[in-house]
C-alpha cells in the first residue's frame, strides 16, 4: 500500500506554495467520468479539471496518439519543423474557418498571444501611435494570471500585491454593448471578451450581446477577440460559444480541451490579415506545437468532428438545469449556463465553497466559483443517467445546506 491522503497532503503542504487550497481528497486514477482517491474511493468528476477533461479521463484514443508519439519522436522546439505540426495547423485552421493558427501551451499564453498581435495590428495595420494601443476587457473577466492580464482583472485578489501592470488595458461592464461602444476610442486596437465568464461565476450575458460587440467593433475597426478557453470545443452546446450569435470573432483563444485532458495545449486563430502582424522572432515557445501536443491536438479534433459532442452536450445541459430549477432547495439563488457549462448561485447566507466540500464527501468532485457559484462541468461524454444522479445527489446535499 502506497502512503495515505493524509499523509500525501501533508507532504504537499510542507513542499508546495501555498497559492492553491485544494480540497482533502488525493486523486490517483481517473477513467472517463470517474476519479478515485488513494484509498480507492470512486469521485463523479462534475468538473473535468475547468473544462480541460471535455472527452473524460485518459480517453483511449487520445492516450493512443500520445503515447504513439512519444515513442517516435516528442520534442524539437519551433528551431525545426515537425511531421506532426502542419497536419495540426490544417485541422486546426479547418475545423474553426481561419488561415492562421498559432500554437502555444497554456491558456494564458494563447491570451497573451493574442494581445501581442492585437497591439502590432494596431500599430502596423490601424495606424495608432507607437505605444499608445488600447485593449478593453470586461468586468469580472478572467483570461490567465500573468501579469498583462490580471492587469485588467476586476478580481482584487488576482491583482493585489503583483502591480505595476502595462498601461493600454481597460475595463468595461460585461454584457452592455452601449458600454463598449462609448469606450472605444481611436486607440483601440481589441475587444477581449468570454462568450461566457467561467471563472466569474458562468455568467451569461443577454442574448444579442456578443452579436452587437461584433457590429460595434467591425463598425470600428477593433479587433473582436473571443477567449474561448473555456466555453469552446463543444462545452457550451456549440462548437464555439460564439455560434449561439452566429459570430465569428476576428481573434479565436482556444486551450484547455484541445489537449484532451492529458497535456496544456492551446492556440490563437486568427486570419492573414492580423496574424502576418508577426515576423519570425516575434514571438514563440519552446513547446508550441510540440510534436505531442500536434499529436493529440489532431486526435482531439478528430474525435470532435466524429462525436459531434456539442449535441449531447446541449441535450444534457438543458434536462441537467431543468432538474435543477425543479427541485432546487431554498439555498439556491439561480441555475444558469448553457450546455454542460452550469453554474448554480447560493443565496448569500451560504457558501458554494463549503456545497462543494459536502459534495466531495458524497462522491462528486467540483468546486465553487466567483459570485458564490457552484460549478457543474462534467466531461460531454458523460451518460445521461450518471449525470441526473449526479444532479440528485447535488439537489441532496444542497437541501441539507438549507435544513
Ligand atoms: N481564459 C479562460 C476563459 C479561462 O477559463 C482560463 C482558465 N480558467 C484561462 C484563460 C487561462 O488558462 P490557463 O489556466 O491554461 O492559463
Request: proline share 6%; net charge neutral.
Amino acid at each position: 500500500l502506497g502512503p495515505d491522503s493524509s499523509e500525501l497532503r501533508e507532504r504537499e503542504r510542507r513542499h508546495g506554495a501555498a497559492n492553491y487550497a485544494p480540497l482533502p481528497v488525493v486523486f490517483q486514477r481517473g477513467e472517463g467520468v470517474w476519479l478515485w482517491d488513494v484509498e480507492g474511493r470512486r469521485y463523479l468528476d462534475m468538473m473535468s479539471a475547468y473544462s480541460a477533461v471535455s472527452f473524460g479521463h485518459s480517453h483511449p484514443r487520445l492516450v493512443r496518439a500520445l503515447t504513439e508519439q512519444a515513442q517516435r519522436l516528442a520534442l524539437t522546439s519551433r528551431a525545426f519543423s515537425s511531421d506532426r505540426l502542419p497536419v495540426f495547423l490544417e485541422r486546426l485552421c479547418a475545423t474553426f474557418g481561419y488561415e492562421r493558427a498559432l500554437p502555444v501551451n497554456t491558456g494564458l499564453e494563447a491570451v497573451e498571444t493574442a494581445l501581442k498581435a492585437a497591439r502590432k495590428w494596431g500599430y502596423k495595420v490601424k495606424g495608432i501611435a507607437e505605444d499608445e494601443a488600447e485593449i478593453i476587457a470586461c468586468d469580472g473577466n478572467f483570461h490567465g494570471r500573468s501579469i498583462a492580464i490580471v492587469g485588467f482583472s476586476s478580481h482584487r485578489q488576482y491583482r493585489d500585491g503583483f502591480g505595476p501592470f502595462p498601461p493600454g488595458l481597460r475595463r468595461i461592464p460585461y454584457g452592455d454593448a452601449d458600454a463598449l461602444e462609448a469606450a472605444i476610442t481611436p486607440r483601440t486596437a481589441a475587444f477581449l471578451v468570454e462568450p461566457i465568464q467561467g471563472e466569474g461565476g458562468i455568467v451569461v450575458p443577454p442574448a444579442g450581446y456578443l452579436a452587437r460587440c461584433a457590429e460595434i467593433c467591425h463598425r470600428h475597426g477593433v479587433l473582436l477577440i473571443a477567449d474561448e478557453v473555456q466555453t469552446g470545443l463543444g462545452r457550451t452546446g456549440r462548437l464555439l460559444a460564439c455560434e449561439h450569435e452566429g459570430v465569428r470573432p476576428d481573434g479565436l483563444i482556444l486551450g484547455k480541451a484541445l489537449g484532451g485532458g492529458l497535456l496544456p495545449v492551446s492556440a490563437f486563430l486568427a486570419d492573414c490579415a492580423v496574424m502576418d502582424v508577426f515576423r519570425p522572432g516575434d514571438h514563440g515557445s519552446t513547446f508550441g506545437g510540440n510534436p505531442l501536443a500536434a499529436a493529440v491536438g489532431t486526435e482531439v479534433l478528430a474525435l470532435l468532428a466524429e462525436t459531434r459532442p456539442w449535441e449531447p452536450a446541449e441535450r444534457l445541459g438543458e434536462a441537467l438545469r431543468m432538474q435543477l430549477r425543479a427541485a432546487a432547495p431554498p439555498c439556491v439563488r439561480e441555475v444558469r449556463g448553457r450546455g454542460l457549462l452550469v453554474g448554480i448561485e447560493l443565496d448569500p447566507a451560504f457558501s458554494a465553497a463549503r456545497a462543494a466540500e459536502c459534495l466531495l464527501a458524497r462522491g462528486i468532485a467540483t468546486r465553487d466559483t466567483n459570485r458564490n457559484v457552484l460549478r457543474l462541468a462534467p466531461p460531454l461524454i458523460i451518460d445521461e443517467a450518471v449525470l441526473r444522479e449526479g444532479a440528485n445527489v447535488v439537489i441532496d446535499t444542497l437541501a441539507s445546506l438549507s435544513d
